[in-house]
């Protein structure tokens, strides 16, 4: 084999393993809207069938070629449960608020979430076995470091493909042509010819079936950066307004506000309209603007000036182009896409009003970590920066659903220690939308008029745990693992060395070393995006930048590596120690309110450094490595374990995985001595 052909070769799997894993953590959550909640587990499970191909990578049987049957196998799988299947889930026995499925076939019968989830985790791991195999393989004509760097690299690509993706609104069709079309490189040189028409077809069938599938119920079908979203009219007339979905889930739609005589219009407008019967405000901040409800209103009560944030780029398109106000075309409303909580340190501007709207996305941040997109919205900092932002007679809204009603009483609580006085607290006779609303700050006034249509609550002042930057978790009642999750961590670890056994009889051995460095450096990305988000934004673009960061930082250690051929790696585990427990201790509000290049440059100079200083210690064992299938093995079976060690983050706070990583290191120090010891 050619030297190119062998980069080639290393390359091009490396970069359908990163693109496959993104495609499919994207797609399976957007069609099972419960598995959203646990795309964690998803990421273990890529994980286990990675690592089982590792071990693989010198059996004779070519694995790869079953991909394309498996991929269309899968689609129809999820096909079939959108339409016939429904979860069965008591959602008020839950330790965290979730929302439960709607919109669902009410003929569709049920299956219980861990059978689901059950069989959602030995999918992905059977899948991934085969791109884990053809990596080592791959890997054989180099050296462990330069063969590490080429994965990286290709691996690197097909995250900046993906986010491009995204980005562009493709559809899942564009992301599984792009799979699985290059794949005929390897099925075509190791497949007889009755394999190579059946992947052929089985590859035309799955990209025919992701690109004719549509449903009458709905009018459009758009994907966004975050989520797929289907809108559905609410009234055959041109300008009756819509609702649309997230991931099958409802969401508020666009309202037509002039349409006095349609069912429900009062109970529809009545929350948006509640701070305008006292106050006369001249500028307002919409966090979470959605397609323009709140902005129509304000604008209706005579605003002159409002800003509307908006995360989603197609909810923003929805208001300007099919809102029956059209309100983001209106010269008055400056439309920002992007994170609410980056906005409020941005802005220098300050408002009458400052309204929190529907920001529960259901959305997480990442395949890497537990929180949800709006979780930084949502904590004690964010509200005490939000009072700061108000005028002298400013109020803050804020319009909620909430699952459950300790999520109302910690928004209450929350509130109250902000301004230093009980918010009004309001919960509608009919909430079709918020089913309760907040009111504080100093515009307040004694005099206020009774809100008809809502009943006036309060709430006892108790012992709550707020949710903080570090512990950002507003839909856990108090600080620990929800009782849904501890099954899974129990499960998880005795499914993945049953799936290791079983489909890894012939291979042996395994590295401490390296699996504890796979589980230190999970730890270390999960902390790197969610500060990363907490700085700049939790947005796809912030997410999908971070992780190609951290793939670069792998790269340059690497070079750095192979440039100075490191002979002593001690030093470079007290800078990762040095580092870690300087971030552990470091309080990150101190660099939230500088400007944009200030926080990269202190995100690149110090959160990244961990990163970095980790990749040169495993580039430096690897470079040295006489086993790459046991070693890559045993780093990525630590990742699987690094997966579930991320849920100490519920317990513990986000600045705890600093100290659990640092333990992982000193393990993995400590077993590369015994191996030196014993050679």
């Not at 054989?140 to 690299?153: C, D, E, L």
């Not at 802005?347 to 309204?355: F, G, P, S």
């Not at 673009?541 to 951290?550: E, G």
Request: charged fraction near 15%.
């Amino acid at each position: 084999m050619s030297s190119r052909r062998a980069v080639f070769d290393l390359f091009l799997i490396s970069f359908l393993t990163l693109f496959a894993e993104m495609a499919f953590i994207r797609y399976i959550p957007s069609n099972i809207y419960l598995i959203s909640y646990y795309k964690n587990a998803l990421l273990i499970a890529i994980f286990l069938g990675l690592g089982t191909g590792f071990m693989l990578s010198k059996t004779k049987r070519n694995y790869i070629e079953l991909i394309p049957v498996a991929t269309l196998a899968l689609i129809c799988l999820i096909f079939y449960f959108n339409h016939y299947l429904r979860i069965d889930i008591d959602y008020t026995m839950k330790d965290e608020s979730i929302w439960a499925e709607a919109w669902v076939n009410s003929h569709a019968q049920s299956v219980s979430l861990p059978i689901l989830l059950l069989f959602a985790y030995i999918s992905m791991a059977f899948y991934f076995i085969p791109f884990g195999q053809e990596t080592v393989r791959a890997m054989q004509p180099f050296k462990p470091i330069a063969a590490y760097s080429i994965n990286i690299a290709g691996s690197l690509t097909g995250v900046i493909l993906f986010a491009l993706l995204g980005w562009l609104w493709t559809s899942p069709a564009v992301w599984f042509a792009l799979l699985l079309v290059p794949l005929l490189w390897w099925i075509y040189r190791y497949s007889n010819n009755r394999m190579k028409a059946i992947s052929s077809v089985a590859i035309i069938l799955a990209i025919i079936l992701l690109y004719s599938f549509h449903s009458l119920r709905y009018t459009a079908e758009l994907w966004s950066p975050y989520s797929k979203i289907r809108v559905y009219k609410l009234s055959e007339k041109p300008d009756g307004g819509f609702m649309f979905t997230t991931n099958g889930n409802p969401q508020v739609g666009s309202f037509n506000f002039d349409a006095k005589n349609e069912p429900w219009f009062q109970e529809r407008l009545a929350p948006y309209e509640v701070p305008y019967i006292f106050l006369k405000p001249s500028s307002v901040l919409i966090l979470g603007a959605g397609a323009g409800n709140e902005a129509v209103v304000a604008l209706r009560n005579g605003v002159r000036e409002v800003t509307a944030v908006e995360i989603d780029p197609v909810f923003a398109l929805l208001g300007r182009e099919l809102s029956p106000h059209r309100p983001f075309k209106d010269p008055r409303v400056e439309v920002y896409v992007g994170d609410a909580r980056a906005f409020l340190h941005k802005t220098k501007k300050r408002y009458d009003l400052i309204v929190f709207g529907f920001l529960d996305s259901q959305y997480l941040l990442s395949h890497k970590s537990n929180i949800r997109t709006e979780n930084f919205v949502y904590t004690i900092e964010s509200f005490r920066r939000a009072k700061e932002l108000l005028t002298e007679n400013g109020v803050l809204q804020l319009n909620y659903n909430a699952a459950k009603p300790e999520v109302r009483v910690r928004f209450y609580l929350m509130l109250k220690d902000v301004f230093q006085e009980s918010p009004i607290t309001l919960v509608p006779s009919q909430p079709l939308t918020a089913n309760v609303i907040f009111l504080a700050g100093p515009g307040l006034k004694k005099d206020i008029p009774e809100f008809h249509g809502f009943q006036k609550v309060y709430y006892k002042g108790e012992e709550i745990e707020y949710p903080t930057d570090d512990w950002p978790f507003l839909y856990i009642a108090k600080k620990g693992i929800p009782r849904e999750y501890w099954s899974m961590i129990a499960a998880i670890p005795i499914l993945s060395f049953l799936f290791v056994k079983g489909m890894a009889r012939a291979s042996a051995g395994f590295s401490l070393k390296y699996f504890m460095l796979g589980f230190g450096f999970m730890l270390l990305q999960t902390k790197s995006i969610t500060t990363y988000a907490l700085f700049f934004g939790s947005t796809v673009t912030v997410v999908s930048v971070t992780i190609a960061a951290i793939l670069l930082a792998i790269l340059v250690a690497n070079l750095f590596v192979y440039r100075f051929d490191i002979k002593r790696i001690n030093s470079f585990y007290l800078l990762l120690f040095a580092t870690l427990i300087v971030l552990y201790f470091l309080p990150l509000e101190i660099f939230l309110n500088l400007n944009w290049l200030a926080k990269l440059l202190i995100a690149i100079a110090l959160i990244s450094a961990p990163i970095f200083f980790a990749a040169i210690i495993f580039g430096a064992y690897f470079a040295k490595s006489k086993q790459v299938d046991i070693d890559l093995g045993s780093n990525i079976f630590g990742a699987v374990l690094g997966g579930i060690g991320e849920y100490a983050s519920m317990a513990l706070g986000f600045s705890a995985l600093y100290l659990i990583s640092l333990v992982a290191y000193l393990i993995a120090y400590f077993a590369d001595a015994a191996d030196m010891g014993d050679k």
